[in-house]
């Protein structure tokens, strides 16, 4: 045994039980992919259900509903994702902005609070805030003289409302890791911008934002990875018959097929379909952020 790997051996250890964990609960499981290729029925087992080939991904793609879910999925995760970017960014700005530390953090907490809730906390809240006839969101609405709105049975508000009660939930999060950002950039490179007359906004353009480029490509490439997932928490406990049309994902379409009528190969082929194309994003935005911003994660 080495003396590097005696030194190290600690570590090794402190990090054995994630190890067992990551093997148990995520590579083991990756066996059940083959049901995909499958009449799975669960009291033949893995060895003795049928082998239908590709039939079940057929049976998917012929389904009138596929590509409804496909689009709103795609719609709903990106623009997720696009706001999960920006909205931290301007408020890790602004919040750099405030000279006073005490207000600063306690600023901080107040946004950062919502990451740890449950969806299954905040959508009892939500379906209470903004229901058309009770919802103080719709008084305050009506009180302006404006028609209530049905957040949650309108297809066309539904997604802008898991759009932006999802960034709101999250954003707080995105901010801590922007201000750590903020840390590594020299005080120095202030100072002298400083003394070259430039402004707040100068200064902000040409250090910190390109301070904070490493940790943006960073969140940008692991974010591409979840296109194709909308949220199922989120929406599960929001979403209703009303707003199927745009509402319904890839997340929910699997559940219902699986847990609820009990089509495990069907559903199963879907769940490899989506980790297919998400594990090929991740590929590409590696690529590109080595290719163009010269930034790597491995």
Known sequence: MSNKFKRNLPLHIMVLPAVIFSIVFVYVPLAGSIMAFQDYNPLLGFFNSPWVGLDNFRFVMNLPNTFIVLRNTIVIAMFKIIGMLIVPIIFTLLLNEIKSNKFR????????????????????????????????????????????????GDPFWFPITMIVTDIWKGFGFGTVIYLASLTSINPELYEAAMVDGANRWRQTWHI??????????LM?????????????????????????????????????????????????AVGLFRSFVSFIFISLSFFLADKFANYRIF
């Open 105 to 152: 953090r306690t600023f901080q907490t107040f946004v950062y609070i919502p990451h740890f809730l449950s969806w299954v906390i905040l959508s009892g809240i939500f379906i209470n805030i903004l229901s058309p006839s009770e919802g103080i969101v719709n008084r305050f609405i009506m009180f302006l003289g404006i028609e209530p709105i049905f957040f949650l």
């Open 220 to 268: 940008s490439v692991l974010s591409l990875g979840g296109v194709l997932n909308a949220g199922f928490d989120q929406i599960f406990n929001m979403l209703n018959l009303t707003v199927m049309s745009t509402g319904d994902v890839l997340d929910t379409f699997i559940y219902r097929l699986g847990m609820e009528q009990r089509m495990f190969s069907v559903s199963t």
């Open 208 to 217: 910190t934002l390109p301070g904070m480029a490493p940790i943006v490509i």
